[in-house]
């Protein structure tokens, strides 16, 4: 109890985080990828964010502006939905709009800010949800990202630094 706690907490003390209003509830399960474990979580409001957010990034990862603007514009439509989250979706909306990688991952830096304590309130059954830190992004003030993977694939720097980085927490 203590720690939904903690995470309602954490959730809802970000100055620029999405807040949204009723519980944040999701089911997950486990795909049959033999090299990766990869959540799937059930699909409310904010497990669609998620998954939204997971396709810019791996779309970032893979250096790839016009998949990420298509993963942007899901995302941008799904935040729209959640009372609170107009920031965020306006800055899912600024990826959209641009195919400069290197500003997408700026702005997916900021949008990055909101979604992490927005999923930090969902409650999953199985699978966890990684949260991993790139000292380097942010012209080296540090950046946070999510993961349904423990390995990192940096959306920061994609190919130029594919590994850089940590998992700092795992939200299960």
């Known amino acids: 109890m203590k720690r939904y706690f903690l995470l309602a907490l954490i ?3 970000g100055l620029t985080a999405c807040k949204s209003g009723g519980k944040q509830e999701a089911s ?12 799937t979580v059930a699909q409310t409001d904010t497990a669609k964010v998620y998954n939204a957010y997971l396709s810019v990034k791996d779309n970032l990862v893979k250096t790839d ?6 993963s942007a514009k899901a995302l941008a439509a799904n935040l ?3 009372k609170g989250c107009t920031e965020a979706a ?10 400069d990688v290197k500003s997408q991952r700026n702005i997916f830096l900021l949008l990055s800010q909101d979604v992490i304590p927005l999923v930090k309130g969902m409650k999953t059954k199985s699978g966890p949800v990684y949260v991993a830190y790139c ?3 942010g012209n ?9 993977q423990k390995e990192i694939k940096n959306p920061y720097y994609g190919d130029e630094m594919l590994e850089c980085g940590e998992v700092k927490e795992e939200i299960k």
Do not use: C, E, F, H
């Open 140 to 148: 080296g003030k540090g950046g946070y990202w999510l993961s349904a």
């Open 11 to 13: 959730a809802g003390s």
């Open 28 to 39: 997950a399960a486990q795909s049959g990828d033999s090299t990766a474990t990869v959540t």
């Open 80 to 82: 729209s939905n959640i």
């Open 90 to 99: 306006d800055l899912a909306t600024r990826i959209a709009a641009t195919d």
């Open 65 to 70: 502006s016009k998949g990420a603007q298509q």
């Open 135 to 137: 000292p380097m992004a």
